[in-house]
């Protein structure tokens, strides 16, 4: 119902035993709304469907209601949306109150290694933890990039740190924290790919493999002196570990790691029903793959002489393979990968460059790119590439076709 609202107006208005919005002439978009518990309400009605709610009649009177609902109007013809601009302002985090908040328990549902990123943005950025979102600058970055070149990291280590919290400004962005990424223009620094694979020549295998048996026969001689104690005290004694081809979960991951090119999660998550040794195919689950994609990894001879080893030793034939003295799942080798790589005169060689040196000898081997992008599960032919300066015969047949 259109009438000219006015302090009387309102005071005398009779109620109804039906809901009536009343209109006002004068001001576009100024309502009273009655209801049959006789409660009188203002509101501003901007367009259709779209209301804001100014107040009870009995606490806003009609002057009050009137300039609110023209500031309303007022915001609407000049394209300001009047309910956005008057929401609450929403309080900004600092980058330790975010990564420890919302984006700690987006992580979790959504990153399998939360807890290692978590802690290397807190690492990498500590610095710059008590800065509040909104106030980061490209600048910061390339001061905090300048800063990481002195203490000598590589520009692929600060690349990845820098790709980790330009993501971490663009979930602000999608939870309407941020209006956008301030961090949006910072590009990576530039680096050769192809320089940074390391795997292993054949010297440095043979040293390998030669580590792991020692310390095999090491692992031996020390239980056997421990039971040897044990029984002149007439002691209980503990499992002969020369009865068993393993001693540990050392020997037979390194081993699936440089036959299969598996990701260390991916090992410590593999389920024996994901294991066919009949059929020599290894799945890895998308669950658990950092691409999220399902895989079959054909298995060589080694890596089936492992698994089906490692399957008769456990006597498991459901479950994890990889598990600890509690049953739970299997994850510390750090140590133990340490002592080995020092053991073997290895040097510059992390975990999952075993990954690389799977990949780097088929390239060599003759196995077409394309192939080995299925094995490791890149869902980007890019990270591929990396590997191609390993076969370049591929290139040499490329400009043979001048000579024809």
């Not at 956005?84 to 980058?95: F, H, I, S, Y």
């Not at 492992?306 to 510390?332: P, Y």
Request: proline share 2%.
């Amino acid at each position: 119902m259109r009438v000219a609202l006015t302090r009387d107006f309102v005071k005398k208005i009779a109620v109804s035993e039906k809901q009536i919005d009343y209109r006002d002439t004068r001001l576009k978009g100024l309502v009273l709304r009655v209801m049959p518990s006789g409660v009188k309400s203002w509101y501003c009605e901007y367009a259709r469907g779209k209301r804001i709610w100014l107040g009870r009649a009995d606490a806003v009177g009609y002057s009050e209601a009137n300039d609110a609902a023209q500031a309303i109007m007022s915001d609407f013809y000049r394209g300001i949306d009047p309910a956005e601009a008057r929401k609450p302002p929403v309080e900004v985090p600092t980058l330790e109150a975010f990564l420890d908040g919302d984006y700690a328990t987006w992580a979790r549902a959504n990153q399998r290694a939360h807890v290692q990123n978590l802690a290397r943005l807190k690492t990498a950025f500590k610095g710059l933890l008590s800065r509040k979102l909104d106030a980061f600058t490209a600048l910061d970055i390339e001061r905090w990039r300048g800063g990481q070149v002195d203490r000598g990291l590589s520009h692929e280590t600060i690349n990845r740190d820098i790709s980790s919290i330009k993501a971490c400004l663009n979930r602000a962005v999608d939870w309407e924290v941020l209006d956008r990424n301030p961090l949006e223009k910072v590009k990576k620094a530039r680096t050769d790919d192809r320089i940074k694979v390391r795997y292993l020549n054949e010297v440095e295998e043979n040293r390998l493999r030669t580590a792991l048996d020692a310390r095999e026969e090491r692992r031996r001689s020390e239980r056997d002196s421990a039971n040897a104690w044990r029984k002149s005290r007439k002691q209980g004694l503990l499992p002969d570990l020369r009865d068993v081809l393993f001693t540990d979960h050392l020997k037979p991951l390194v081993l699936l790691s440089i036959n299969t090119g598996a990701r260390r999660g991916e090992l410590f998550d593999l389920c024996w029903e994901n294991v066919d040794i009949d059929r020599r195919i290894l799945t890895v689950s998308g669950a658990t793959a950092k691409s999220k994609r399902t895989r079959h990894i054909p298995l060589n001879k080694e890596a089936t002489a492992v698994l089906a080893s490692w399957h008769k030793q456990t006597g498991r034939r459901e479950g994890m393979l990889f598990v600890n003295d509690d049953g739970n799942r299997f994850d510390r080798v750090n140590t133990s990968w340490r002592r080995l790589l020092k053991n073997a005169a290895i040097t510059d060689f992390r975990w999952h460059d075993m990954r690389h040196h799977f990949a780097s000898k088929l390239v060599m081997g003759g196995v077409d790119l394309n192939t080995v992008r299925e094995l490791l599960g890149h869902s980007d032919y890019s990270m591929t590439l990396r590997y191609a300066h390993l076969a370049p015969e591929h290139k040499l047949k490329a400009v043979e076709v001048l000579d024809r």
